[in-house]
């Protein structure tokens, strides 16, 4: 079965520094990967998606994410966090087509000023 | 824009009771989904459905639990027998289900808050 680890619970950075947001998947194919974000009291908005080709994807808000089979990972980065970014990060993978999603355990990003 | 809706927003309801979660996929989409969140922790896979009928589900969705599409919009999810422990973030999402469309797009949630 699949899974999803979100090594860091917790992040801090400040406005306008760099975020990297990592993400290891389990699968034994090639897996179809995303990114949402849950602002508090909110529902989960699609950041971006990586199903074949390009490894590195872009997505909304300024995110990027590259997938690394050799390293199972499809970690998220922003070269610019702004104080809107703070909320919660899932990483979930898929396995085929309109299969279920296997979140993470998230990370909750905060901002300073 | 189109988005997944869902109604209510909140719901509380005494043990025992039966709760209908509703929900609006996006207009053009095929396949459709319930996940839960309990408070602190991450996002769980119930149930998907496609075609009218369930495609998947996990061991969370027993026989209290079950979906239904009424019409050609809503689908909606019945919990029969609330318990405690059902208290949780519902999530609705649906997708298209082809090469290029085959993200699922969430809906706000429901919270439902079981006394």
């Known amino acids: 079965a699949q899974s999803v680890t979100q090594p860091d619970i917790h992040i801090t950075v400040s406005e306008g520094a760099s975020l990297e947001l990592r993400c290891n998947y389990s699968?034994?194919?090639?897996?179809?990967l995303f990114w949402y974000v849950q602002s508090p009291g909110q529902g989960l908005q699609l950041l971006l998606k990586y199903f074949s080709g390009d490894t590195l994807v872009q997505g909304i808000k300024g995110f990027e994410a590259e997938f690394k089979r050799s390293q199972s990972s499809f970690n998220l980065r922003k070269p610019s966090v702004h104080w809107s970014d703070a909320a919660e990060y899932f990483c979930a993978v898929g396995t085929g087509t309109a299969s279920k999603l296997t979140f993470g355990t998230g990370t909750r990003l905060q901002v300073t000023l | 824009e189109p988005e997944v809706t869902q109604t209510p927003s909140h719901q509380v309801t005494q043990m025992g009771q039966e709760v209908i979660l509703r929900c609006v996929p996006i207009s053009n989409h095929l396949y459709f989904y319930w996940y839960r969140q309990i408070l602190g922790q991450k996002v769980e896979f119930l149930v998907s459905f496609y075609n009218n009928e369930i495609s998947e589900k996990s061991e969370i969705f027993d026989d209290q639990f079950s979906v239904e599409r009424p019409d050609g919009s809503n689908f909606t999810l019945k919990i029969r027998s609330t318990k405690l422990e059902d208290s949780a973030m519902y999530f609705c999402?649906?997708?298209?289900?082809?090469?290029?469309?085959?993200?699922?797009?969430f809906g706000p949630g429901t919270r439902l808050l079981v006394l």
């Open positions: 999402a649906s997708s298209y289900g082809t090469t290029s469309g085959r993200a699922q797009y």
């Open positions: 699968y034994g194919a090639t897996p179809y």
